[in-house]
């Protein structure tokens, strides 16, 4: 048995997409793909086996957030994400306060469904909404209308979900500021409590990298995106929501638990194909092919398709990769170049005044440069 002192996390990889957008490179398969080698109808069973192993080894201990993903979660259907849920409450105890998600695309549910994963015990919701403007979506290759991500998110609301999230997706070929502002002011307006805002990045033999490559489409530009972050960040500022993490903003108490988990390096078991775990120092995946997973839990064999055991070094590289990001920042202890504090303050990039408490928080401006600056603090 592991001895575990952490909180626990669990992420359920639901690894079905009804189609595949053209920006995706996340481990996901459409029923072609699949073909009659998995059936989805009963892919929440195999799921509830890992569960099982993961319960048996880590002595059913407390559960502080569990985190659907995928994929699209909700392509099971809301009882059997219910069903899913309920064996994870059978084999641990799931904390009183437990934060418990899912995300959705906005097409994968409607009114009936959400009240369903309300009532089996969920308590957020993520809508895949990326963009309000309908040649931003057909780029994307989304298949949801422009307004259904802002009517399933006034649905979740109304169903009695605690926190409700929506997604953007900014910098994409073809859209303007405006079109950006415009996919602002409806996000505010549906009031919700989270938003997260990723930059478009073009993932390498993605069908949208591929028709870039062809010349289809102008690749996304770096100053673009970066002007696209202040809109977003004064938009949402303005309305209440402030930035806790470099992508993610929200009102006061709706920050994403599950995600901070991950971001302060704690523990958490990752069921499905090719979910990652990370249980006292060490990290293991799973297979990634449905088919593989499933016949290795229905043989009583370890899903598992590889570990590490992260050293002393591994530890403290993300330790630094993943506090930067976040707006409590880093402890200044972890900064071993004397001078490079004295220097990032002086060219914007780090708060003074946090500096003087002991800690290194980005400004806005560093925040633009995050990457950049991870590097020279880990190289």
Not at 206 to 226: F, K, N, V
Not at 358 to 365: C, K, Q, S
């Amino acid at each position: 048995m592991i001895e575990l002192v952490r909180p626990l996390s669990i992420y359920v990889h639901v690894p079905f997409c009804a189609s595949r957008c053209g920006y995706c490179d996340f481990n996901t398969y459409t029923a072609t793909e699949l073909g009659d080698s998995v059936s989805r109808a009963t892919f929440h069973e195999v799921l509830a086996g890992e569960v099982r192993v993961a319960a048996r080894t880590l002595d059913h201990r407390e559960v502080s957030t569990v985190f659907f993903g995928g994929g699209t979660p909700t392509l099971l259907g809301a009882n059997a994400l219910g069903e899913i849920l309920a064996s994870i409450r059978e084999e641990f105890t799931l904390a009183p306060d437990a934060e418990i998600t899912t995300e959705a695309n906005p097409d994968s549910v409607d009114e009936t469904a959400l009240e369903t994963l309300r009532a089996s015990g969920f308590t957020r919701i993520s809508f895949g909404m990326q963009s309000t403007a309908s040649h931003v979506l057909r780029v994307l290759d989304r298949t949801h209308t422009a307004g259904r991500s802002l009517a399933m998110a006034r649905a979740a609301r109304a169903a009695g979900f605690d926190h409700v999230n929506l997604d953007i997706i900014y910098a994409t070929p073809g859209e303007s500021d405006d079109d950006l502002r415009r996919t602002l002011d409806d996000v505010i307006e549906a009031d919700v409590d989270h938003v997260s805002a990723y930059s478009l990045i073009v993932e390498e033999g993605t069908p949208l990298s591929r028709r870039i490559g062809r010349g289809e489409l102008p690749m996304p530009d770096d100053d673009i995106a970066a002007s696209r972050y202040e809109i977003i960040d004064d938009a949402l500022a303005g309305a209440g929501l402030d930035w806790y993490e470099v992508s993610n903003w929200s009102r006061p108490g709706g920050e994403c638990r599950h995600n901070i988990a991950y971001w302060c390096s704690d523990d958490w078991w990752g069921i499905g194909p090719g979910a990652h775990s990370h249980v006292a120092g060490v990290r293991w995946w799973n297979t990634k092919h449905p088919r593989t997973y499933a016949d290795a839990l229905a043989s009583d064999t370890s899903p598992e398709g590889g570990r590490e055991v992260l050293t002393e070094d591994d530890k403290r590289v993300e330790r630094v990769m993943l506090a930067m990001r976040m707006r409590d920042g880093l402890a200044s202890s972890e900064v071993l170049d004397e001078g490079w504090c004295g220097r990032t303050v002086d060219a914007g990039l780090i708060d003074a005044s946090a500096l003087a408490a002991g800690r290194v928080v980005l400004t806005r401006y560093g925040r633009l440069l995050a990457d950049r600056l991870v590097r020279e603090l880990i190289e």
